[in-house]
């Protein structure tokens, strides 16, 4: 019974984001037409020029000799087949150039997800079971630091303490590029690759919801429940345990499922900086070339795993909180 | 019997190496090349793109390699005869070379390639081949290429980074624009394409039936996509990668990475693509339709101070448009000596003359200054500029914008006064000079052509003339006549030749071989 309700109920979730995403897609394409300059003009200016005629043929190929309504109507009607297009820029299917770029990132997102989740409750637990001590104190003001630091100056500063000067991880990349590991050497080597970029793009969101949890253990633990809990004269490590914790978690969680988006955003930064292949570099590129069938493809892609995420979340919460409905 | 043998075949190798410019070197070891950016895709016969050459000059032969004199040199074609006349030339073909399929390589396939790819899909090969009426095969080891008009600088764009020549079974089929096959290049080059891992590396192995015997030395090449250039300095610096050019090293870590004992710096490599840094002055619009400000602006900018403290000395002040590479072969002009110790008083001259008097702030107009972007060397050069135009009384206020908007402001719309840019001469003025300032170049919506819009009769027909003529004195004369003139009209500041510094580690020898440096294939590269 309850395992149709859910079934149902992530159906009808699914269905809901059907206009949110069709939105996403509509409003990106008529932003990008904005934008000063189009595809032909960068393909030719990378070519260090080129005939009037190659450009106007170029403009024909791209389809944006048409109106601009056709050009949406064509692309919306390619998209129900989930034929996303082709970049002719990178000469490649967009499907296939997402795909590739999707396992690295996903691999970076999931990795910092953990990392950041794990150590940032932990850490404002922590904190908020030594409320007002000096090691209260040391972790929210560092809390503070990285959370103000910007990214790019975290990775440039570990590449060079942690790659250059101590040689224990590569400066960059996702694997050794000279060895070409095979079988679990390769899983070990991008396992090594991997520390410095997930702890880069970890520090920020570490920070964020070890204040967060800090705040909202503190909150819970003010709250009547906890009194009655004392009452049936439960110790303060069961209260903790049992009921304030859980309470607790349901703003992180919360915020971990908003963040996923600016986690999508960071990881432009961190992938830039150590090289990682994964789509935030390919956005980053796409959007300078004006490529915007892959850009569209991109923003499609991101809207989708932004949309599962809080999906995942909403289920996570009826797990952690049983007053939660499906409704 | 059998010792005198195998000293004999080693011998016969040794010589056959030494002819090929190198000794008998050790096999083996991977070369990490970064380019930055990460080329668009792998389709050189299509796309010009920079980087794509830097990778696919390595899976590509072209019919000719060059040396340091820009001299043409055998390739795929063992050797090739000019008639008198310009308008028929011949190349002789070798019969050992086989691309990567293990298909033989003949006169088809390159007829395929100039007549039915490079005029017809190339963006810098349609104006090259314009000439060319038809390739005969009348052997398979035989090309003769026919023309209409002769085109002397078609023998300096033969090279694999300018015209690959394809396998007519793999690109024949279907349409050349969207190839299945522009990811996975095939040719018949020293290195074979492997993979592409987007955003990661290309890979190249070895190819074992190069037509240079032994060669090439390398096992592998592999190539690195980095999009920080703090990273990429870090990398070199680790030994993590081994060569690096075309400014993907920040100028001012070249100085620092130079010091090393693992790395050393050259800035040969680039005699056939010599980048010009300059201004484009609108000259249909005042203040700057007039000759006298275009030439006081000339006289205004501290080239050595920019070439100093900008591009940390990899750099030669410009004297007009064609680069002194062209030196030893003739076609080099001195314009108009820009860099005089009373620069700036001719300059302040030249305005006053020109009517605009300084006001009562010193300033005589305002204008924008639009400046190339591509990086920020580039914002430097225009603070710089900045600085210079103020000591003439002009104030000047810098844009920055991304690439595809600056390139519609400054070549479709024209909506620029004063905007930096960087034009490469390439292998022969009529390629790459020209269409900065011949009149048929003013093409609105096409980019890098002639921006200023300005032209004469008199500098058109100097270019014309060169553009046919195959006495390379004639071209040579006609090229010091025009470099005159054009510094005089000044519809462009040529500010410097930019000397491109190189990386490169010290563990591996002969990675830079001729003038087009990166864009070579490396079959003489090798650990030492």
Same mark, same amino acid.
């Given at each position: 019974?309850?395992?149709?309700?859910?079934?149902?109920?992530?159906?009808? !979730?699914?269905?809901?984001?059907?206009?949110?995403?069709?939105?996403?897609?509509?409003?990106?394409?008529?932003?990008?037409?904005?934008?000063?300059?189009?595809?032909?003009?960068?393909?030719?200016?990378?070519?260090?020029?080129?005939?009037?005629?190659?450009?106007?043929?170029?403009?024909?190929?791209?389809?944006?000799?048409?109106?601009?309504?056709?050009?949406?109507?064509?692309?919306?009607?390619?998209?129900?087949?989930?034929?996303?297009?082709?970049?002719?820029?990178? %000469?490649?299917?967009?499907?296939?150039?997402?795909?590739?770029?999707?396992?690295?990132?996903?691999?970076?997102?999931?990795?910092?997800?953990?990392?950041?989740?794990?150590? $940032?409750?932990?850490?404002?637990?922590?904190?908020?079971?030594?409320?007002?001590?000096? #090691?209260?104190?040391?972790?929210?003001?560092?809390?503070?630091?990285?959370?103000?630091?910007?990214?790019? =100056? /975290?990775?440039?500063?570990?590449?060079?303490?942690?790659?250059?000067?101590?040689? =224990?991880?590569?400066?960059?990349?996702?694997?050794?590029?000279?060895?070409?590991?095979?079988?679990?050497?390769?899983?070990?080597?991008?396992?090594?690759?991997?520390?410095?970029?997930? /702890?880069?793009? %970890?520090?920020?969101?570490?920070?964020?919801?070890?204040?967060?949890?800090?705040?909202?253990?503190?909150?819970?633990?003010?709250?009547?429940?906890?009194?009655?809990?004392?009452?049936?004269?439960?110790?303060?490590?069961?209260?903790?345990?049992? @009921?304030?914790?859980?309470?607790?978690?349901?703003?992180?969680?919360?915020?971990?499922?908003?963040?996923?988006?600016?986690?999508?955003?960071?990881?432009?930064?961190?992938?830039?900086?150590?090289?990682?292949?994964?789509?935030?570099?390919?956005?980053?590129?796409?959007?300078?070339? !004006?490529?915007?069938?892959?850009?569209?493809?991109?923003?499609?892609?991101?809207?989708?795993?932004?949309?599962?995420?809080?999906?995942?979340?909403?289920?996570?919460?009826?797990?952690?909180? *049983?007053?939660?409905?499906?409704? | 019997?059998?010792?005198?043998?195998?000293?004999?075949?080693?011998?016969?190798?040794?010589?056959?190496?030494?002819?090929?410019?190198?000794?008998?070197?050790?096999?083996?070891?991977?070369?990490?090349?970064?380019?930055?950016?990460?080329?668009?895709?792998?389709?050189?016969?299509?796309?010009?793109?920079?980087?794509?050459?830097?990778?696919?000059?390595?899976?590509?032969?072209?019919?000719?390699?060059?040396?340091?004199?820009?001299?043409?040199?055998?390739?795929?074609?063992?050797?090739?005869?000019?008639?008198?006349?310009?308008?028929?030339?011949?190349?002789?073909?070798?019969?050992?070379?086989?691309?990567?399929?293990?298909?033989?390589?003949?006169?088809?396939?390159?007829?395929?390639?100039?007549?039915?790819?490079?005029?017809?899909?190339?963006?810098?090969?349609?104006?090259?081949?314009?000439?060319?009426?038809? /390739?005969?095969?009348?052997?398979?080891?035989?090309?003769?290429?026919?023309?209409?008009?002769?085109?002397?600088?078609?023998?300096?764009?033969?090279?694999?980074?300018?015209?690959?020549?394809?396998?007519?079974?793999?690109?024949?089929?279907?349409?050349?624009?969207?190839?299945?096959?522009?990811?996975?290049?095939? $040719?018949?080059?020293?290195?074979?394409?492997?993979?592409?891992?987007?955003?990661?590396?290309?890979?190249?192995?070895?190819?074992?039936?190069?037509?240079?015997?032994?060669?090439?030395?390398?096992? !592998?090449?592999?190539?690195?996509?980095?999009?920080?250039?703090?990273?990429?300095?870090?990398?070199?610096?680790?030994?993590?990668?081994?060569?690096?050019?075309?400014?993907?090293?920040?100028?001012?870590?070249? #100085?620092?990475?130079?010091?090393?004992?693992?790395?050393?710096?050259?800035?040969?490599?680039?005699?056939?693509?010599? +980048?010009?840094?300059?201004?484009?002055?609108?000259?249909?619009?005042? *203040?700057?339709?007039?000759?006298?400000?275009?030439?006081?602006?000339?006289?205004?900018?501290?080239?050595?101070?920019?070439?100093?403290?900008? =591009?940390?000395?990899?750099?030669?002040?410009?004297?007009?448009?064609?680069?002194?590479?062209?030196? *030893?072969?003739?076609?080099?002009?001195?314009?108009?000596?820009?860099?005089?110790?009373?620069?700036?008083?001719?300059?302040?001259?030249?305005?006053?003359?020109?009517?605009?008097?300084?006001?009562?702030?010193? /300033?005589?107009?305002?204008?924008?200054?639009?400046?190339?972007?591509? $990086?920020?060397?580039?914002?430097?050069?225009?603070?710089?500029?900045?600085?210079?135009?103020?000591?003439?009384?002009?104030?000047?206020?810098?844009?920055?914008?991304?690439? *595809?908007?600056?390139?519609?402001?400054?070549?479709?719309?024209?909506?620029?006064?004063?905007?930096?840019?960087?034009?490469?001469?390439?292998?022969?003025?009529?390629?790459?000079? @020209?269409?900065?300032?011949?009149?048929?170049?003013?093409?609105?919506?096409?980019?890098?052509?002639?921006? %200023?819009?300005?032209?004469?009769?008199?500098?058109?027909?100097?270019?014309?003339?060169?553009?046919?003529?195959?006495? +390379?004195?004639?071209?040579?004369?006609?090229?010091?006549?025009?470099?005159?003139?054009?510094?005089?009209?000044?519809?462009?500041?040529?500010?410097?030749?930019?000397?491109?510094?190189?990386?490169?580690?010290?563990?591996?020898?002969?990675?830079?071989?001729?003038?087009?440096?990166?864009?070579?294939?490396?079959?003489?590269?090798?650990?030492?």
């Amino acid at each position: 019974m309850k395992n149709a309700s859910i079934g149902s109920y992530i159906l009808r !979730r699914l269905l809901q984001t059907v206009p949110v995403i069709l939105g996403v897609v509509i409003v990106n394409f008529l932003l990008l037409q904005l934008a000063p300059g189009d595809l032909a003009t960068v393909i030719a200016g990378e070519a260090g020029g080129a005939t009037p005629e190659y450009i106007a043929e170029l403009r024909a190929r791209f389809g944006q000799d048409q109106p601009l309504y056709v050009q949406l109507l064509n692309y919306m009607g390619n998209l129900l087949t989930f034929d996303l297009g082709y970049s002719f820029r990178q %000469s490649a299917p967009v499907l296939d150039l997402l795909l590739d770029r999707l396992g690295p990132t996903l691999l970076l997102m999931g990795a910092t997800l953990v990392v950041s989740l794990s150590l $940032g409750i932990v850490l404002g637990l922590l904190a908020a079971l030594w409320v007002k001590t000096w #090691k209260d104190h040391l972790i929210s003001v560092t809390a503070v630091l990285l959370y103000a630091t910007p990214l790019f =100056w /975290v990775g440039l500063m570990l590449v060079l303490i942690f790659a250059v000067k101590l040689d =224990w991880f590569p400066t960059s990349g996702m694997e050794d590029v000279v060895a070409f590991h095979e079988g679990w050497d390769r899983v070990w080597d991008i396992a090594h690759h991997m520390v410095l970029p997930t /702890v880069t793009l %970890s520090v920020f969101y570490l920070a964020l919801y070890a204040r967060l949890m800090r705040a909202s253990m503190l909150e819970q633990r003010g709250l009547d429940y906890v009194t009655t809990a004392k009452a049936k004269g439960l110790t303060d490590a069961q209260i903790t345990r049992r @009921h304030v914790f859980r309470n607790a978690l349901l703003p992180v969680v919360t915020m971990a499922g908003v963040q996923t988006g600016s986690l999508l955003g960071g990881s432009v930064v961190v992938e830039a900086v150590f090289a990682w292949p994964g789509l935030g570099q390919l956005a980053y590129q796409s959007l300078f070339a !004006r490529d915007y069938n892959l850009l569209l493809g991109i923003f499609f892609l991101s809207a989708i795993l932004v949309v599962v995420v809080n999906l995942l979340v909403d289920i996570l919460y009826v797990i952690l909180d *049983p007053r939660i409905r499906l409704g | 019997m059998k010792r005198f043998l195998t000293t004999a075949a080693s011998v016969a190798l040794a010589t056959a190496l030494s002819v090929g410019g190198a000794l008998a070197q050790s096999q083996g070891g991977t070369l990490v090349q970064i380019t930055q950016p990460e080329p668009p895709n792998l389709a050189p016969y299509v796309s010009t793109s920079g980087p794509i050459a830097q990778v696919t000059s390595k899976v590509f032969d072209g019919l000719l390699e060059y040396d340091f004199n820009l001299q043409p040199q055998p390739s795929l074609a063992n050797s090739w005869e000019v008639s008198p006349d310009g308008l028929t030339i011949t190349f002789n073909l070798r019969d050992d070379v086989v691309f990567h399929d293990g298909t033989p390589l003949t006169s088809e396939d390159v007829r395929f390639t100039v007549m039915d790819v490079l005029k017809q899909a190339h963006p810098r090969g349609i104006a090259t081949f314009r000439n060319v009426t038809a /390739v005969e095969t009348p052997d398979p080891h035989t090309v003769i290429f026919r023309l209409d008009a002769p085109a002397p600088y078609i023998m300096m764009a033969l090279a694999s980074s300018e015209s690959p020549i394809l396998p007519k079974h793999v690109y024949g089929e279907g349409d050349i624009r969207a190839h299945p096959k522009a990811n996975e290049p095939v $040719g018949s080059g020293p290195f074979k394409f492997v993979e592409w891992r987007r955003g990661e590396i290309v890979r190249l192995d070895r190819n074992e039936d190069y037509w240079r015997d032994g060669q090439p030395f390398l096992d !592998r090449i592999v190539v690195r996509f980095i999009a920080d250039a703090s990273t990429r300095t870090a990398v070199l610096e680790q030994g993590e990668a081994h060569v690096a050019g075309f400014g993907a090293v920040p100028y001012q870590d070249v #100085k620092r990475l130079e010091a090393l004992d693992t790395i050393e710096v050259t800035t040969r490599g680039y005699e056939m693509i010599s +980048p010009i840094v300059e201004m484009i002055f609108n000259t249909k619009e005042p *203040p700057f339709d007039n000759a006298k400000v275009r030439q006081a602006v000339n006289y205004a900018i501290d080239r050595q101070f920019v070439i100093d403290n900008v =591009w940390f000395g990899y750099g030669t002040p410009a004297s007009g448009p064609i680069s002194s590479n062209f030196e *030893p072969s003739g076609l080099f002009g001195r314009g108009i000596d820009f860099s005089v110790p009373d620069r700036i008083d001719i300059a302040n001259r030249l305005l006053d003359e020109a009517g605009f008097p300084r006001g009562a702030d010193g /300033v005589r107009f305002e204008i924008t200054h639009d400046v190339t972007p591509y $990086g920020e060397e580039w914002q430097r050069f225009g603070e710089i500029t900045v600085q210079n135009l103020a000591e003439i009384g002009i104030k000047a206020t810098i844009r920055y914008e991304d690439l *595809p908007s600056w390139l519609a402001r400054t070549y479709t719309d024209y909506g620029f006064q004063l905007t930096s840019n960087f034009l490469f001469n390439q292998a022969d003025p009529v390629i790459g000079v @020209h269409r900065g300032i011949h009149s048929d170049r003013i093409l609105p919506g096409t980019v890098f052509v002639n921006g %200023s819009r300005w032209s004469s009769p008199e500098t058109d027909a100097l270019m014309d003339a060169a553009t046919v003529a195959t006495d +390379p004195a004639a071209r040579s004369a006609s090229y010091q006549a025009l470099v005159p003139l054009v510094t005089e009209a000044s519809p462009v500041a040529y500010v410097l030749e930019l000397n491109y510094p190189t990386v490169l580690s010290t563990q591996f020898a002969d990675v830079i071989t001729g003038p087009l440096g990166i864009y070579g294939n490396y079959a003489f590269a090798h650990k030492r």
